[in-house]
Every structure is written in structure tokens, then in C-alpha cells.
């Protein structure tokens, strides 16, 4: 059972892509469990609702009977593709709202940032196999919600210090944890390119980490992008 979350930039494998590969022959069978569960409120007791997915639905709920209690509540899902993915991209998107945060942005915009990163992951997730309503349940909107407006998020709290004026680097050193979107970004921007889907938040995320881009730059090139119906498949 896995529960860490990311994208590898070599292979763009999801974890449990990478532990197949690691394995070979022979590979065990294999969940995740994700969510929006902040390791410091899960520690407290405060009720917390995740997601154990497989492709064999007899070890979800295999895992959904070990971990459940009357504080932790546990679903099962089959898309395992669409977990990994919720769980790993929300953490570029979160980042994005950070930079916004710290840019002295309002709620307006948080909100813009939440709706619309869930409408980019949903676009990848599909073009890759994985099922749309996964991205609305707790491993998709969820999670992302939780990560891009808690001060408990280091996806957040980098992109906060990103958008005051430090560099990525700068930024995770202050942190002093790691800060998975950075890590993800790339690779994140790598399968847009390949499933050939508009990504224009990651798109922005990875200027700025990666080419120098100013936060407001950015912003200001989401903002002034070509008109979009909202629901068009190509947004």
C-alpha cells in the first residue's frame, strides 16, 4: 500500500507505476490510500475521510478494513491511475495558490485557482484512462481544497514565500520539508505535452519555478489568455 504521492519526472510513472517497475516479474498486488488528511489533524483524532483504491477491489476494501475508525473513515475506489494522479497534481495547483496568497490575492482568486486546477487535472486524468468523477470525490476536489488553503500545506506555504519574492530553492529551504509540487511540476508539464492537453496553470507554475517568471507575470498571462467558454473541452 502506498501512501506518498508524485509523479517521477524520468519514467512519469505514479508511485505505484514505480514500485511495478522496481519490482518486476511477479508484482504484488498494490493500493493507495489518499486524501485530504493532514498528518496533523489525522494525529489529533479529528475526523478525516480518505480513499483506498485498487484495481482489485478485494484489497480496497481489504485496507479499508484495517484502517477504518470511528475518526478516520475510509472509502474504496478501482481507479488507482485517478487517485495517484488527484493526489500528486493537486500539489503543483496548491503551489499556484500559494504564489497567488503571497502576491496579496484575495479570495476571488483562491477560489479561480481551486476550480480551475481541478478542471486541468480532470483533463489529464481522462486523456490517460482515468474516470472524470474521480477528480470530484475526496482524492480530487478534496485533497485539493485542504492543500491549497491550509497553513498545514508545504505546497502552500512555499508558493506563499514564492509569491513574497523567494526562489523555488529559497523557498523549500524555509520550508524544511519537502515540497512535492516543485517536484511534480515538471513532470506534470512533461504529460500535458505528451497527452497534448492545456495545462495553463501548471504551464505558469513551472515559469515560475523553473524559467524565471515573475509570480505577476504569470498571473497577469492566465488572466489575458485567449476567451474560453467554461465548459470547453479544450479550456
Known amino acids: 500500500m502506498n501512501c506518498a504521492k508524485g509523479i517521477e519526472e524520468r519514467t512519469l510513472f505514479t508511485l505505484t507505476g514505480v514500485i511495478r517497475d522496481a519490482l518486476g516479474g511477479d508484482t504484488p498486488q498494490l493500493a493507495a490510500l489518499s486524501g485530504p488528511s493532514h498528518a496533523e489533524e489525522v ?6 475521510a480518505i480513499v483506498a483504491a485498487s484495481e482489485d477491489m478485494s484489497v480496497s ?6 484502517f477504518m475508525s470511528p475518526v478516520f473513515r475510509v472509502y474504496t475506489g478501482s481507479d488507482l491511475l485517478g487517485v495517484e494522479l488527484g493526489g500528486s497534481l493537486k500539489n ?40 472524470a468523477g474521480t477528480f470530484y470525490g475526496l482524492t480530487g476536489i478534496g485533497d485539493l481544497i485542504v492543500t491549497c488553503a491550509s497553513m498545514h500545506s508545504r505546497n502552500r506555504r512555499a508558493g506563499i514565500l514564492i509569491g513574497q ?31 497534448g492537453v492545456s495545462m495553463p496553470i ?7 519555478l523553473f524559467d524565471g517568471k515573475s509570480p505577476a507575470d504569470a498571473v497577469a ?15
Not at 61 to 66: D, G, N, P, Y
Not at 202 to 208: A, D, L, Q, R, Y
Not at 221 to 235: W, Y
Request: glycine share 10%; with cysteine.
Open 43 to 48: 494525529g489529533r483524532d479529528l475526523p478525516t
Open 61 to 66: 476494501a481489504r485496507v479499508q478494513e484495517i
Open 92 to 131: 503543483v495547483i496548491a503551489l499556484a495558490a500559494g504564489v497567488a496568497d503571497g502576491q496579496g490575492y484575495g479570495d476571488n482568486t483562491k477560489a479561480a485557482m481551486i476550480t480551475r486546477g481541478i478542471a486541468e487535472i480532470t483533463r489529464l486524468g481522462v486523456a490517460m484512462g482515468a474516470e
Open 165 to 195: 519574492g523567494m526562489s523555488a530553492e529559497e523557498a523549500c529551504a524555509e520550508v524544511k520539508m519537502v515540497v512535492e509540487g516543485v517536484h511534480c511540476a515538471r513532470a506534470a508539464q512533461l504529460l500535458a505535452e505528451k497527452y
Open 202 to 208: 501548471i504551464s505558469e507554475v513551472c515559469h515560475v
Open 221 to 235: 498571462d492566465l488572466m489575458l489568455r485567449d476567451k474560453k467558454a467554461e465548459q470547453e473541452g479544450d479550456r
